[in-house]
């Protein structure tokens, strides 16, 4: 290229920067002091971000008097230490859905066991449940605990929320000791029957 092309001339190149003055560190900001302010120390709650310039000797003093929670009582603070935790962000229960727990599909569903859902396009028709589709077991398998409350109510595992509460209400008048003129031997059964539907209820049978 000749130098005194005119494309020559259009060439732009940067301009070296001039290295910026450096600036004098500001002064400590502590109270009657003059030395250099070189080192930070945190303005407090609510001021996040925000630093003091001190120098060495004061920046210790004013670290060993800093408390971040001054002012709040102890219950605030114990909160502020739970929060921080997942860092101040709202947790929720795990498995816990209130908006799906709720809803249509769900409201047929007991805790912890299976039924047939809506089957809008057919996948699993009603009534034997023999479709194309997956089908859902009907029963779950029993505890323990959860047997022998159905054995004490004389029932089988698959009984329905409604045999369980009318069974229930059978029995309960049955051994009600008002009934039996205090028979000591049918007080026991009404307590057996009581705790027995209350284990059932808990768990979601009825």
């Known amino acids: 290229m000749k130098l005194d092309s005119k494309y020559f001339d259009r060439i732009r190149t940067r301009r070296r920067r001039e290295p910026e003055p450096e600036q004098a560190p ?10 250099k302010g070189t080192h930070r120390a945190p303005v407090g709650r609510n001021a996040e971000g925000q630093f003091f310039l001190f120098c060495f ?13 001054s002012g709040l009582s102890d219950g605030e603070i114990a909160r502020y230490q739970k929060e921080a935790i997942t860092g101040h962000r709202p947790t929720w229960t795990v498995g816990v859905n209130k908006a799906a727990k709720n809803s249509p599909l769900q409201s047929e569903v007991r805790s ?4 047939r859902v809506r089957d809008p396009f ?12 997956p089908r859902f077991p009907e029963q779950r398998k029993l505890k323990t605990l959860e047997a022998k409350a159905f054995d004490t109510m004389g029932l089988g595992a698959n009984a329905t929320s409604a045999e369980i ?11 009600h000791p008002d009934a039996n003129g205090g028979d000591r031997g049918s007080e026991e059964r009404f307590r057996a029957v ?13």
């Open 26 to 35: 500001p002064t400590c900001q502590w109270d009657g002091c003059d030395k």
């Open 57 to 69: 000797e004061h920046v210790k003093d004013y670290n060993k008097g800093y408390n971040y929670f």
């Open 112 to 115: 912890g066991a299976y039924t």
């Open 122 to 133: 057919g996948f699993v028709k009603d009534g034997d449940g023999r479709g194309s589709g």
């Open 165 to 175: 509460k009318s069974r229930y209400k059978e029995l309960v008048k049955k051994h």
């Open 194 to 206: 009581i705790q027995a539907y209350q284990l059932l209820k808990q768990n979601g049978f009825c």
